[in-house]
């Protein structure tokens, strides 16, 4: 019966991998949440911009204004509880930021770090996708056979 269960749980995983394969969920990407400093003049925030569609792996970068973000928090905690904290479109905590869309590969440290010493950057955030948590699942089902 386990040795059934088993080979049952193979069979579905090749059959995942097959399906990612020619839909081309292999192909993994991550964003990168890039939030820059308040109070940047637009030519700063073009320049930086500029700065990081210059990366050779970067597919898209995509600019989220103060005012943006704050409708995304918004959207995402209500109204309530941004009049609960004090929070108005014009004075709130929530940054400017760009995301990247990025492919995956060996000199990804390596633009971690460039981005990093781009002058007006504050953080970086890595966002991993649901491809992570697939391919997280089939390595885990095939480690333990």
Same mark, same amino acid.
């Given at each position: 019966?386990?040795?059934?269960?088993?080979?049952?749980?193979?069979?579905?995983?090749?059959?995942?991998?097959?399906?990612?394969?020619?839909?081309?969920?292999?192909?993994?990407?991550?964003?990168?949440?890039?939030?820059?400093?308040?109070?940047?003049? *637009?030519?700063?925030?073009?320049?930086?911009?500029?700065?990081?569609?210059?990366?050779?792996?970067?597919?898209?970068?995509?600019?989220?204004?103060?005012?943006?973000?704050?409708?995304?928090?918004? *959207?995402?905690?209500?109204?309530?509880?941004?009049?609960?904290?004090?929070?108005?479109?014009?004075?709130?905590?929530?940054?400017?930021?760009?995301?990247?869309?990025?492919?995956?590969?060996?000199?990804?440290?390596?633009?971690?770090?460039?981005?990093?010493?781009?002058?007006?950057?504050?953080?970086?955030?890595?966002?991993?996708?649901?491809?992570?948590?697939?391919?997280? *699942?089939?390595?885990?089902?095939?480690?333990?056979?």
């Amino acid at each position: 019966m386990k040795k059934r269960f088993l080979n049952i749980t193979i069979v579905i995983v090749m059959m995942i991998s097959t399906i990612c394969i020619l839909t081309g969920c292999g192909t993994k990407t991550e964003n990168i949440r890039v939030y820059i400093n308040d109070g940047l003049s *637009e030519s700063k925030i073009t320049s930086i911009e500029n700065k990081l569609k210059e990366f050779e792996n970067v597919n898209s970068v995509q600019y989220i204004s103060k005012e943006n973000a704050y409708e995304e928090a918004k *959207e995402k905690l209500g109204q309530e509880a941004l009049d609960i904290s004090g929070y108005t479109k014009s004075i709130h905590p929530f940054p400017a930021y760009f995301t990247l869309e990025v492919k995956n590969n060996k000199n990804y440290d390596n633009l971690l770090k460039e981005i990093e010493s781009i002058d007006g950057v504050k953080t970086i955030i890595v966002e991993t996708d649901t491809k992570d948590v697939i391919n997280a *699942e089939m390595n885990y089902i095939k480690n333990n056979k």
